[in-house]
Nanobody, 120 residues
């Protein structure tokens, strides 16, 4: 019964900012890693940012210096602060988590996605 729920998407003008949140709920033993992916219409899903269990982060080249990923492990929550948004950032953003749960030591979960639209 683990669920990931994203929030914070919306419509913004180029140069604006948004903060996405993802809350994991259910029977979670521990969090191994959490990240954000995005998928634009007609394109494959791509990694945007990842934060590992040790705190190390990884970003797509296209968002480095503009996006910041952070997490609050105690609250089972991951955030994506998106600054200086560009039209090419328009996509559905998905939260992803590798969790230790009753289903396994590193079961992969996905949220339902939240739409981010950046107008020029």
């Amino acid at each position: 019964q683990v669920q990931l729920v994203e929030s914070g998407g919306g419509l913004v003008q180029a140069g604006g900012s948004l903060r996405l949140s993802c809350v994991a709920s259910g029977t979670i033993f521990s969090i191994n890693a959490m990240g954000w992916y995005r998928q634009a219409p007609g394109k494959q899903r791509e990694l945007v940012a990842l934060i590992a269990s040790g705190g190390s982060t990884n970003y797509a080249d296209s968002v480095k210096g503009r996006f910041t990923i952070a997490r609050d492990t105690a609250k089972n929550t991951v955030y994506l602060q998106m600054n200086t948004l560009k039209p090419e950032d328009t996509a559905v953003y998905y939260c992803n988590a590798g969790l230790r749960s009753a289903y396994g030591p590193n079961y992969d979960y996905w949220g339902q996605g939240t739409q981010v639209t950046v107008s020029s």
